[in-house]
């Protein structure tokens, strides 16, 4: 298996994370570069000038329905149920991601509203929508797979996720793997989440690592973001899945990102 290691840039400034990955996943919703819901001009040239100077490569994590209390608000976007400012958001992310000259987009699927199939068919053509956007800016999306913890989500299971990238339909959106909200949907079971990463086996363009214990807790459904080695989450299954690509930890801390490139590096 070969990989690329990269870190999320809510671990640590990216001078500091280009000391020990060779990829960067710019997290939209903390990298200030918005004032409410209005982008920040002089703060992009801010970010670019910063990654003038990295030698690393970058991906991007779009603005998402985030429920905890450190999300700005102005960025929220459920991809099922998007207002006219969620598209805005959405289109100027994929925009920012080509400027920056992002290899993938990461999007989270949207939230259950009412009818189950009818939110997942609004989050399709939604999604369509997207796909065709990020064709024309040559950007490609990576659907996230959340976590079975939270009853409100889409997309947490694999089945689910492969049948909205499907329906969907397009070259432009293929599927960011979370071994972490996997391991909470398949409840710590490391049998079933073999079989999860099997079947995601040649649709991946993008994974995330980070550990749980694979049960829910209060905090965050049980989605804690941990280094490798602080939950339950065996990640030799990581090698079924036969991904050439970025390998981004979603950790805190540059401790974190060092314990998780030694486990990425002894796979």
Same mark, same amino acid.
């Given at each position: 298996m070969k990989m690329i290691i990269g870190a999320s840039s809510f671990a640590s400034p990216l001078p500091e994370l280009e000391k020990e990955v060779k990829s960067v996943e710019l997290y939209i919703p903390k990298l200030r570069l918005y004032d409410g819901s209005k982008l920040i001009k002089e703060r992009v040239d801010e970010l670019r000038d910063i990654l003038s100077t990295c030698d690393v490569t970058t991906t991007m994590h779009a603005?998402?329905?985030?429920?905890?209390?450190?999300?700005?608000?102005?960025?929220?976007?459920?991809?099922?149920?998007?207002?006219?400012i969620q598209w805005h958001l959405m289109e100027e992310s994929i925009g920012l991601a080509s400027e920056f000259?992002?290899?993938?987009?990461?999007? !989270?699927?949207?939230?259950?509203? *009412?009818?189950?199939?009818?939110?997942?068919?609004s989050m399709v053509r939604n999604l369509k929508k997207l796909s065709k956007k990020a064709n024309d800016c040559g950007v490609i999306l990576g659907l996230e797979n959340k976590e079975g913890t939270d009853p409100t989500n889409l997309c947490c299971t694999v089945d689910?996720?492969?049948r909205a990238i499907n329906d969907v339909g397009s070259p432009d959106l293929r599927a960011t793997f979370d071994i972490g909200h996997a391991n909470l949907t398949c409840k710590g079971d490391a049998y079933k989440l073999r079989d999860f990463v099997g079947k995601l086996n040649g649709h991946t363009v993008h994974v995330h690592v980070h550990d749980n214990?694979?049960?829910?807790?209060?905090?965050?459904?049980?989605?804690? !973001?941990?280094?490798?080695?602080? *939950?339950?989450?065996d990640f030799s299954v990581l090698q079924e899945l036969s991904f050439n690509g970025v390998y981004n930890l979603e950790v805190?801390?540059?401790?974190?990102?060092?314990?998780?490139?030694?486990?990425?590096e002894n796979l």
């Amino acid at each position: 298996m070969k990989m690329i290691i990269g870190a999320s840039s809510f671990a640590s400034p990216l001078p500091e994370l280009e000391k020990e990955v060779k990829s960067v996943e710019l997290y939209i919703p903390k990298l200030r570069l918005y004032d409410g819901s209005k982008l920040i001009k002089e703060r992009v040239d801010e970010l670019r000038d910063i990654l003038s100077t990295c030698d690393v490569t970058t991906t991007m994590h779009a603005p998402y329905y985030g429920d905890s209390l450190n999300y700005p608000k102005e960025l929220m976007v459920d991809t099922a149920h998007m207002d006219p400012i969620q598209w805005h958001l959405m289109e100027e992310s994929i925009g920012l991601a080509s400027e920056f000259g992002c290899s993938v987009l990461v999007v !989270h699927p949207g939230k259950i509203s *009412g009818d189950r199939e009818k939110s997942f068919r609004s989050m399709v053509r939604n999604l369509k929508k997207l796909s065709k956007k990020a064709n024309d800016c040559g950007v490609i999306l990576g659907l996230e797979n959340k976590e079975g913890t939270d009853p409100t989500n889409l997309c947490c299971t694999v089945d689910e996720h492969l049948r909205a990238i499907n329906d969907v339909g397009s070259p432009d959106l293929r599927a960011t793997f979370d071994i972490g909200h996997a391991n909470l949907t398949c409840k710590g079971d490391a049998y079933k989440l073999r079989d999860f990463v099997g079947k995601l086996n040649g649709h991946t363009v993008h994974v995330h690592v980070h550990d749980n214990n694979g049960v829910f807790a209060q905090s965050y459904f049980g989605d804690l !973001h941990g280094a490798p080695g602080e *939950g339950n989450i065996d990640f030799s299954v990581l090698q079924e899945l036969s991904f050439n690509g970025v390998y981004n930890l979603e950790v805190f801390s540059m401790d974190a990102v060092r314990k998780g490139k030694r486990m990425l590096e002894n796979l």
